[in-house]
Protein backbone atom coordinates (compact mmCIF):
# COMPACT_ATOMS: atom_id res chain seq x y z
CA UNK A 1 0.00 0.00 0.00
CA UNK A 2 2.94 2.52 0.52
CA UNK A 3 4.51 1.63 -2.45
CA UNK A 4 4.13 3.96 -5.61
CA UNK A 5 0.96 3.13 -7.34
CA UNK A 6 -0.52 5.30 -10.07
CA UNK A 7 -4.20 5.41 -9.88
CA UNK A 8 -6.49 6.72 -12.78
CA UNK A 9 -9.18 8.51 -10.87
CA UNK A 10 -12.03 11.20 -11.19
CA UNK A 11 -12.87 13.02 -8.42
CA UNK A 12 -17.00 13.79 -7.99
CA UNK A 13 -17.80 16.94 -7.33
CA UNK A 14 -19.63 16.37 -3.84
CA UNK A 15 -19.73 20.00 -3.37
CA UNK A 16 -22.98 20.36 -1.44
CA UNK A 17 -21.72 18.09 1.57
CA UNK A 18 -19.82 20.02 4.37
CA UNK A 19 -16.35 18.18 4.49
CA UNK A 20 -15.36 19.21 0.96
CA UNK A 21 -16.95 22.72 1.28
CA UNK A 22 -13.87 22.78 3.93
CA UNK A 23 -11.88 23.40 0.79
CA UNK A 24 -10.33 19.62 0.32
CA UNK A 25 -12.06 19.46 -3.17
CA UNK A 26 -13.97 22.24 -4.55
CA UNK A 27 -13.44 21.46 -8.51
CA UNK A 28 -14.60 18.73 -10.46
CA UNK A 29 -12.22 17.56 -12.84
CA UNK A 30 -10.08 14.52 -14.25
CA UNK A 31 -7.03 14.19 -12.78
CA UNK A 32 -4.08 11.77 -12.96
CA UNK A 33 -1.27 10.89 -9.50
CA UNK A 34 1.04 9.00 -8.34
CA UNK A 35 1.48 8.14 -4.85
CA UNK A 36 5.06 8.12 -4.12
CA UNK A 37 6.33 6.11 -1.43
CA UNK A 38 6.07 8.93 1.38
CA UNK A 39 2.91 9.99 0.76
CA UNK A 40 1.28 9.84 4.00
CA UNK A 41 -1.80 7.82 4.87
CA UNK A 42 -3.96 10.96 5.79
CA UNK A 43 -3.59 11.36 1.67
CA UNK A 44 -4.44 7.95 0.87
CA UNK A 45 -7.50 7.87 3.11
CA UNK A 46 -8.41 11.43 1.12
CA UNK A 47 -8.17 9.76 -2.34
CA UNK A 48 -9.77 6.66 -1.01
CA UNK A 49 -12.76 9.15 -0.12
CA UNK A 50 -12.67 10.96 -3.53
CA UNK A 51 -12.04 8.17 -5.53
CA UNK A 52 -15.06 7.05 -7.63
CA UNK A 53 -12.89 4.49 -9.55
CA UNK A 54 -14.51 0.63 -7.82
CA UNK A 55 -11.78 -1.20 -9.68
CA UNK A 56 -9.16 0.56 -7.29
CA UNK A 57 -7.87 -2.30 -4.93
CA UNK A 58 -8.35 -1.06 -1.52
CA UNK A 59 -6.63 -2.31 1.85
CA UNK A 60 -8.87 -2.56 4.51
CA UNK A 61 -7.20 -0.20 6.87
CA UNK A 62 -9.42 2.23 9.59
CA UNK A 63 -10.32 4.99 7.39
CA UNK A 64 -10.65 7.87 10.53
CA UNK A 65 -9.28 11.23 9.92
CA UNK A 66 -5.97 11.11 10.89
CA UNK A 67 -5.67 7.41 11.41
CA UNK A 68 -1.79 6.38 10.25
CA UNK A 69 -2.30 2.31 11.34
CA UNK A 70 -3.80 -0.53 10.82
CA UNK A 71 -6.63 -3.07 12.30
CA UNK A 72 -6.10 -5.45 15.42
CA UNK A 73 -8.51 -7.99 16.81
CA UNK A 74 -5.98 -8.30 20.18
CA UNK A 75 -7.29 -6.51 23.29
CA UNK A 76 -3.48 -5.01 23.94
CA UNK A 77 -2.69 -1.56 25.60
CA UNK A 78 0.57 -0.48 24.67
CA UNK A 79 3.23 -0.09 27.12
CA UNK A 80 5.49 2.99 27.50
CA UNK A 81 8.48 0.58 28.42
CA UNK A 82 7.96 -1.42 25.57
CA UNK A 83 11.29 -0.40 24.51
CA UNK A 84 14.79 0.67 25.71
CA UNK A 85 14.53 4.20 25.24
CA UNK A 86 16.33 6.01 22.46
CA UNK A 87 20.09 5.72 22.88
CA UNK A 88 22.38 8.36 23.34
CA UNK A 89 24.54 9.61 20.13
CA UNK A 90 27.62 10.33 20.97
CA UNK A 91 31.14 10.93 18.93
CA UNK A 92 33.67 10.75 21.81
CA UNK A 93 34.32 8.66 24.94
CA UNK A 94 35.27 10.23 28.12
CA UNK A 95 38.85 10.55 27.09
CA UNK A 96 38.15 12.50 24.20
CA UNK A 97 38.95 9.31 21.82
CA UNK A 98 36.71 9.35 19.03
CA UNK A 99 34.61 5.88 18.80
CA UNK A 100 34.07 5.74 14.97
CA UNK A 101 35.68 7.71 12.74
CA UNK A 102 33.21 8.53 10.14
CA UNK A 103 31.06 10.21 13.31
CA UNK A 104 34.50 12.87 13.49
CA UNK A 105 33.20 16.17 12.51
CA UNK A 106 36.62 17.20 11.33
CA UNK A 107 36.57 20.83 12.28
CA UNK A 108 39.67 22.69 11.93
CA UNK A 109 42.13 23.24 14.61
CA UNK A 110 41.06 26.85 15.24
CA UNK A 111 37.42 26.13 15.01
CA UNK A 112 38.09 23.42 18.24
CA UNK A 113 40.08 25.63 20.05
CA UNK A 114 37.59 28.85 19.76
CA UNK A 115 35.13 26.30 20.84
CA UNK A 116 37.21 25.01 24.24
CA UNK A 117 38.52 28.46 24.71
CA UNK A 118 34.76 29.84 24.77
CA UNK A 119 33.63 26.74 26.83
CA UNK A 120 36.04 27.77 29.36
CA UNK A 121 35.73 31.60 29.40
CA UNK A 122 32.42 30.79 30.48
CA UNK A 123 33.12 28.47 33.14
CA UNK A 124 35.94 31.65 34.61
CA UNK A 125 32.87 34.43 33.96
CA UNK A 126 30.74 32.28 35.66
CA UNK A 127 32.74 31.64 38.84
CA UNK A 128 33.38 35.99 38.72
CA UNK A 129 29.89 36.61 38.50
CA UNK A 130 28.40 34.07 41.05
CA UNK A 131 31.00 35.21 43.98
CA UNK A 132 30.25 38.96 43.04
CA UNK A 133 26.69 37.88 43.53
CA UNK A 134 27.39 36.10 47.09
CA UNK A 135 29.26 39.57 47.74
CA UNK A 136 26.28 41.62 47.09
CA UNK A 137 27.43 43.25 44.08
CA UNK A 138 24.97 42.05 41.85
CA UNK A 139 21.10 41.03 42.60
CA UNK A 140 21.36 37.79 41.25
CA UNK A 141 23.31 35.13 39.17
CA UNK A 142 22.91 31.22 37.49
CA UNK A 143 25.81 29.44 36.44
CA UNK A 144 26.22 27.09 33.14
CA UNK A 145 28.76 24.84 35.07
CA UNK A 146 28.56 21.52 33.50
CA UNK A 147 26.56 22.46 30.43
CA UNK A 148 29.21 24.49 28.25
CA UNK A 149 29.15 21.87 25.38
CA UNK A 150 25.87 21.70 24.72
CA UNK A 151 25.63 25.44 23.96
CA UNK A 152 28.59 25.64 22.29
CA UNK A 153 28.15 22.43 20.21
CA UNK A 154 24.94 23.63 19.15
CA UNK A 155 25.54 27.51 18.45
CA UNK A 156 28.73 26.54 16.51
CA UNK A 157 26.24 24.36 13.94
CA UNK A 158 24.14 26.98 13.44
CA UNK A 159 24.31 30.15 10.79
CA UNK A 160 24.76 33.82 12.18
CA UNK A 161 21.45 34.98 10.81
CA UNK A 162 19.61 31.79 12.24
CA UNK A 163 17.41 32.88 15.61
CA UNK A 164 17.88 31.62 19.29
CA UNK A 165 15.37 31.79 21.50
CA UNK A 166 17.05 30.64 25.17
CA UNK A 167 15.46 30.23 28.34
CA UNK A 168 18.25 31.57 30.51
CA UNK A 169 21.08 28.88 31.12
CA UNK A 170 22.33 29.18 27.50
CA UNK A 171 24.99 32.01 28.09
CA UNK A 172 27.36 30.10 25.81
CA UNK A 173 25.23 30.40 22.90
CA UNK A 174 25.39 34.25 23.13
CA UNK A 175 29.34 34.13 23.89
CA UNK A 176 30.07 31.99 21.14
CA UNK A 177 27.86 34.57 18.95
CA UNK A 178 30.09 37.18 19.98
CA UNK A 179 28.31 38.96 22.96
CA UNK A 180 31.49 40.25 24.75
CA UNK A 181 32.65 40.16 28.02
CA UNK A 182 31.36 43.58 28.79
CA UNK A 183 27.73 42.95 27.30
CA UNK A 184 27.52 40.36 29.79
CA UNK A 185 28.70 42.22 32.79
CA UNK A 186 26.76 45.46 32.11
CA UNK A 187 23.54 43.20 31.81
CA UNK A 188 24.39 41.37 35.23
CA UNK A 189 25.01 45.36 36.63
CA UNK A 190 22.00 46.76 35.00
CA UNK A 191 24.04 50.12 34.25
CA UNK A 192 24.01 52.43 31.73
CA UNK A 193 25.60 50.48 28.99
CA UNK A 194 23.34 47.27 29.57
CA UNK A 195 21.49 46.93 25.87
CA UNK A 196 18.30 45.98 27.91
CA UNK A 197 19.14 49.47 30.35
CA UNK A 198 18.34 47.90 33.73
CA UNK A 199 14.92 46.59 33.41
CA UNK A 200 15.43 42.61 33.75
CA UNK A 201 17.27 40.80 36.38
CA UNK A 202 20.87 39.52 35.88
CA UNK A 203 21.31 36.98 33.16
CA UNK A 204 17.92 37.90 31.01
CA UNK A 205 20.00 38.68 27.96
CA UNK A 206 19.34 39.63 24.83
CA UNK A 207 20.58 41.38 21.69
CA UNK A 208 18.96 42.23 18.57
CA UNK A 209 22.74 42.07 16.64
CA UNK A 210 23.20 38.82 17.83
CA UNK A 211 19.71 37.27 16.56
CA UNK A 212 19.14 36.43 20.13
CA UNK A 213 16.11 37.03 21.79
CA UNK A 214 15.43 38.63 25.16
CA UNK A 215 15.03 35.59 28.02
CA UNK A 216 11.47 35.85 29.74
CA UNK A 217 11.60 34.40 33.35
CA UNK A 218 8.17 32.51 33.13
CA UNK A 219 9.29 29.26 31.95
CA UNK A 220 7.98 27.99 27.99
CA UNK A 221 7.30 31.69 27.44
CA UNK A 222 9.69 31.47 24.43
CA UNK A 223 8.76 28.24 22.92
CA UNK A 224 5.28 29.77 20.99
CA UNK A 225 7.29 32.48 20.09
CA UNK A 226 9.98 30.57 18.59
CA UNK A 227 7.86 28.79 16.25
CA UNK A 228 6.19 31.96 15.54
CA UNK A 229 9.34 32.83 14.18
CA UNK A 230 10.22 29.75 12.33
CA UNK A 231 6.98 30.02 10.88
CA UNK A 232 7.54 33.30 9.64
CA UNK A 233 11.35 32.43 8.49
CA UNK A 234 9.18 29.77 6.31
CA UNK A 235 6.97 31.50 4.21
CA UNK A 236 9.93 34.73 3.57
CA UNK A 237 11.90 31.71 2.14
CA UNK A 238 15.34 33.10 3.44
CA UNK A 239 16.91 29.94 4.04
CA UNK A 240 17.01 30.78 8.18
CA UNK A 241 15.99 28.53 10.99
CA UNK A 242 14.95 29.21 14.69
CA UNK A 243 16.61 27.61 17.32
CA UNK A 244 14.60 27.18 20.89
CA UNK A 245 16.56 26.12 23.89
CA UNK A 246 14.74 24.74 26.78
CA UNK A 247 15.19 22.64 29.80
CA UNK A 248 13.33 19.33 30.42
CA UNK A 249 11.65 21.19 33.40
CA UNK A 250 9.94 23.92 30.98
CA UNK A 251 8.80 20.90 28.54
CA UNK A 252 6.16 20.37 31.32
CA UNK A 253 4.55 23.70 30.38
CA UNK A 254 1.64 23.35 28.16
CA UNK A 255 3.50 26.58 26.31
CA UNK A 256 5.86 23.42 25.37
CA UNK A 257 3.06 21.07 23.50
CA UNK A 258 1.25 24.14 21.88
CA UNK A 259 4.52 25.11 20.33
CA UNK A 260 5.48 21.37 19.60
CA UNK A 261 2.46 20.65 17.72
CA UNK A 262 1.79 23.97 15.99
CA UNK A 263 5.81 23.69 14.31
CA UNK A 264 4.72 20.32 13.08
CA UNK A 265 0.98 21.00 11.64
CA UNK A 266 2.39 24.37 10.25
CA UNK A 267 5.49 22.40 9.24
CA UNK A 268 8.15 24.80 10.36
CA UNK A 269 12.25 25.07 10.40
CA UNK A 270 12.68 24.87 13.97
CA UNK A 271 15.25 23.19 15.96
CA UNK A 272 13.86 22.42 19.93
CA UNK A 273 17.25 22.38 22.02
CA UNK A 274 16.71 20.84 25.36
CA UNK A 275 18.91 20.79 27.79
CA UNK A 276 18.41 17.80 30.21
CA UNK A 277 20.61 18.54 33.35
CA UNK A 278 18.48 16.37 35.50
CA UNK A 279 16.64 18.63 37.67
CA UNK A 280 14.07 21.35 37.42
CA UNK A 281 15.85 23.48 40.30
CA UNK A 282 15.05 20.55 43.02
CA UNK A 283 12.99 18.32 41.20
CA UNK A 284 14.74 15.64 39.47
CA UNK A 285 13.65 13.69 36.23
CA UNK A 286 12.47 10.76 37.84
CA UNK A 287 9.84 12.92 39.68
CA UNK A 288 9.46 15.02 36.21
CA UNK A 289 7.93 11.96 33.69
CA UNK A 290 7.65 8.39 33.36
CA UNK A 291 8.22 8.22 29.56
CA UNK A 292 11.23 8.37 27.81
CA UNK A 293 12.20 11.56 28.60
CA UNK A 294 11.94 14.39 25.96
CA UNK A 295 13.05 12.85 23.00
CA UNK A 296 10.70 9.91 23.63
CA UNK A 297 7.42 12.69 23.18
CA UNK A 298 8.83 14.13 19.54
CA UNK A 299 7.71 10.92 17.06
CA UNK A 300 4.11 11.44 19.16
CA UNK A 301 4.38 15.17 17.51
CA UNK A 302 5.50 14.43 14.72
CA UNK A 303 9.21 15.74 15.31
CA UNK A 304 12.02 14.28 13.92
CA UNK A 305 13.72 13.75 16.80
CA UNK A 306 17.44 13.02 18.86
CA UNK A 307 18.81 11.93 22.01
CA UNK A 308 22.80 13.05 22.30
CA UNK A 309 25.00 12.91 24.67
CA UNK A 310 25.25 16.87 25.66
CA UNK A 311 28.88 16.41 27.36
CA UNK A 312 30.16 15.38 23.63
CA UNK A 313 30.31 18.55 22.60
CA UNK A 314 31.31 17.18 18.68
CA UNK A 315 28.52 14.45 18.99
CA UNK A 316 25.87 17.94 19.76
CA UNK A 317 28.16 19.82 17.13
CA UNK A 318 27.00 17.33 14.26
CA UNK A 319 22.96 16.82 15.57
CA UNK A 320 22.31 20.45 15.32
CA UNK A 321 24.44 20.43 12.35
CA UNK A 322 22.08 18.10 10.46
CA UNK A 323 18.51 18.94 12.72
CA UNK A 324 19.54 22.31 10.92
CA UNK A 325 19.83 20.77 7.16
CA UNK A 326 16.84 19.21 7.90
CA UNK A 327 14.76 21.75 9.16
CA UNK A 328 15.59 24.09 6.33
CA UNK A 329 15.61 21.94 3.09
CA UNK A 330 12.55 19.94 4.25
CA UNK A 331 10.63 22.81 6.08
CA UNK A 332 10.35 20.09 9.45
CA UNK A 333 10.80 21.08 13.05
CA UNK A 334 13.20 18.67 14.80
CA UNK A 335 13.64 17.92 18.37
CA UNK A 336 16.70 17.09 20.30
CA UNK A 337 17.20 16.36 23.45
CA UNK A 338 20.93 17.08 24.72
CA UNK A 339 21.87 14.43 28.16
CA UNK A 340 23.72 16.74 30.53
CA UNK A 341 24.22 17.74 34.25
CA UNK A 342 23.49 21.00 35.91
CA UNK A 343 26.58 21.04 38.52
CA UNK A 344 25.97 24.12 39.82
CA UNK A 345 23.41 25.18 41.80
CA UNK A 346 20.03 26.06 40.34
CA UNK A 347 20.81 29.92 40.95
CA UNK A 348 22.00 31.83 43.91
CA UNK A 349 18.82 31.40 45.46
CA UNK A 350 19.29 27.57 45.79
CA UNK A 351 21.09 25.04 47.91
CA UNK A 352 21.33 21.97 46.08
CA UNK A 353 23.44 20.18 48.99
CA UNK A 354 19.28 20.56 50.40
CA UNK A 355 18.56 17.50 47.52
CA UNK A 356 21.15 15.89 46.09
CA UNK A 357 24.26 14.76 47.85
CA UNK A 358 28.19 16.15 47.23
CA UNK A 359 29.14 12.63 45.42
CA UNK A 360 26.43 12.80 42.87
CA UNK A 361 27.96 16.05 41.80
CA UNK A 362 31.61 15.34 42.20
CA UNK A 363 30.93 12.58 39.57
CA UNK A 364 29.93 14.58 36.84
CA UNK A 365 32.95 17.44 37.72
CA UNK A 366 34.87 15.02 37.76
CA UNK A 367 34.32 11.78 35.34
CA UNK A 368 32.30 13.40 33.28
CA UNK A 369 32.66 17.32 32.03
CA UNK A 370 32.43 18.68 28.48
CA UNK A 371 35.29 20.68 29.13
CA UNK A 372 37.81 18.03 30.01
CA UNK A 373 36.39 15.83 27.41
CA UNK A 374 37.00 18.28 24.41
CA UNK A 375 40.53 19.22 25.87
CA UNK A 376 41.01 15.38 26.13
CA UNK A 377 40.53 15.65 22.26
CA UNK A 378 42.57 18.28 21.47
CA UNK A 379 45.67 16.91 23.00
CA UNK A 380 45.31 13.64 21.60
CA UNK A 381 45.23 16.03 18.07
CA UNK A 382 48.31 18.12 19.45
CA UNK A 383 46.63 20.75 18.96
CA UNK A 384 46.71 21.55 22.93
CA UNK A 385 48.88 21.71 25.96
CA UNK A 386 49.40 22.31 29.41
CA UNK A 387 51.35 24.98 28.93
CA UNK A 388 48.58 26.72 26.40
CA UNK A 389 45.88 25.89 29.43
CA UNK A 390 48.15 27.78 31.88
CA UNK A 391 48.64 30.93 29.21
CA UNK A 392 44.93 30.67 28.95
CA UNK A 393 43.48 30.60 32.22
CA UNK A 394 45.37 33.09 32.68
CA UNK A 395 44.52 35.62 30.31
CA UNK A 396 41.08 34.92 30.29
CA UNK A 397 40.97 35.81 33.74
CA UNK A 398 42.42 38.72 33.50
CA UNK A 399 40.45 39.64 30.80
CA UNK A 400 37.09 38.57 32.88
CA UNK A 401 39.09 41.04 35.94
CA UNK A 402 38.78 43.78 33.94
CA UNK A 403 35.37 43.57 32.07
CA UNK A 404 33.91 43.24 35.89
CA UNK A 405 35.63 46.46 36.84
CA UNK A 406 34.52 48.75 34.24
CA UNK A 407 31.17 47.42 34.65
CA UNK A 408 31.08 47.77 38.01
CA UNK A 409 32.19 51.48 37.89
CA UNK A 410 29.18 52.66 35.40
CA UNK A 411 26.16 54.89 36.47
CA UNK A 412 22.98 52.93 36.43
CA UNK A 413 20.49 53.88 33.71
CA UNK A 414 18.77 57.10 33.91
CA UNK A 415 15.37 55.76 35.75
CA UNK A 416 12.77 57.28 33.62
CA UNK A 417 13.81 54.69 31.18
CA UNK A 418 12.03 52.01 32.99
CA UNK A 419 8.76 54.07 31.64
CA UNK A 420 9.65 54.31 27.86
CA UNK A 421 10.14 51.02 25.57
CA UNK A 422 7.15 49.53 27.28
CA UNK A 423 4.81 50.46 23.73
CA UNK A 424 6.48 52.21 20.78
CA UNK A 425 4.96 55.56 22.48
CA UNK A 426 4.22 55.94 25.88
CA UNK A 427 0.70 55.51 26.60
CA UNK A 428 -1.01 58.65 28.66
CA UNK A 429 -1.27 55.99 32.13
CA UNK A 430 2.70 55.84 31.51
CA UNK A 431 3.28 59.49 31.38
CA UNK A 432 0.98 60.01 34.09
CA UNK A 433 3.25 57.80 36.44
CA UNK A 434 6.71 59.44 35.20
CA UNK A 435 5.08 62.59 35.91
CA UNK A 436 4.64 61.10 39.53
CA UNK A 437 7.46 59.58 39.95
CA UNK A 438 9.24 62.79 38.90
CA UNK A 439 7.40 64.89 41.69
CA UNK A 440 8.00 62.59 44.42
CA UNK A 441 11.62 62.61 43.45
CA UNK A 442 11.37 66.57 43.62
CA UNK A 443 10.51 66.48 47.09
CA UNK A 444 11.72 63.21 48.56
CA UNK A 445 15.44 63.35 46.01
CA UNK A 446 17.63 63.37 48.81
CA UNK A 447 16.15 60.13 50.31
CA UNK A 448 17.69 58.26 47.20
CA UNK A 449 21.24 57.46 45.65
CA UNK A 450 20.05 59.42 42.73
CA UNK A 451 23.67 60.04 41.97
CA UNK A 452 24.25 57.15 40.79
CA UNK A 453 22.09 57.22 37.97
CA UNK A 454 23.00 58.68 35.04
CA UNK A 455 21.24 61.37 32.80
CA UNK A 456 19.70 60.24 29.25
CA UNK A 457 20.78 62.38 26.44
CA UNK A 458 17.77 61.67 24.25
CA UNK A 459 14.23 62.38 25.48
CA UNK A 460 12.08 59.72 26.73
CA UNK A 461 9.03 59.32 25.56
C1 LIG B 1 5.85 29.24 34.61
C2 LIG B 1 6.94 29.12 35.62
N1 LIG B 1 6.82 28.23 36.63
C3 LIG B 1 7.80 28.11 37.54
C4 LIG B 1 8.91 28.90 37.47
C5 LIG B 1 10.00 28.76 38.52
N2 LIG B 1 11.16 28.10 37.93
C6 LIG B 1 12.20 28.82 37.45
S1 LIG B 1 13.38 27.84 36.81
C7 LIG B 1 12.54 26.44 37.17
C8 LIG B 1 13.11 25.08 36.81
C9 LIG B 1 13.24 24.87 35.35
O1 LIG B 1 13.96 23.69 35.10
P1 LIG B 1 14.50 23.33 33.69
O2 LIG B 1 13.53 23.75 32.64
O3 LIG B 1 14.89 21.91 33.71
O4 LIG B 1 15.78 24.26 33.48
P2 LIG B 1 17.16 24.26 34.29
O5 LIG B 1 17.01 25.26 35.39
O6 LIG B 1 17.39 22.90 34.78
O7 LIG B 1 18.19 24.72 33.32
C10 LIG B 1 11.34 26.74 37.80
C11 LIG B 1 10.37 25.74 38.26
C12 LIG B 1 8.99 29.82 36.41
N3 LIG B 1 10.04 30.61 36.24
N4 LIG B 1 8.00 29.90 35.50
MG1 LIG C 1 16.69 21.04 34.06
Known amino acids: MRQATTIKTILRCFSNTSYLNSGCVQSCHRVSFSIPASVSNAQLIRNRYFSS??????????????????????????KSDLYDGIPVYRVMDREGKVLQEDQDPKLPEEMVVQMYRSMTLLNTMDRILYESQRQGRISFYMTNYGEEGTHVGSAAALNPDDMVFGQYRESGVLMWRGFTLDNFMNQCYGNELDLGKGRQMPVHYGSKDLGFVTISSPLGTQMPQAVGAAYAFKRAQKGQCVICYFGEGAASEGDAHAAFNFSATLECPIIFFCRNNGYAIST?????????????????????????DGNDTLAVYNATKRAREMAVKENRPVLIEAMTYRIGHHSTSDDSSAYRSVDEVRFWDSTDHPISRLRNYMVRQDWWNDDKEKEWKKKSKVAVMEAFARAEKKLKPDWRLMFSDVYEKMTPDLKEQLQGMEEHLKKYGDHYPLKNYAKSNTPIE
Open 284 to 308: PTSEQYRGDGIAGRGPAYGLLSIRV
Open 53 to 78: DTSTEREDRPEFPGAKSGWTDRLEFV
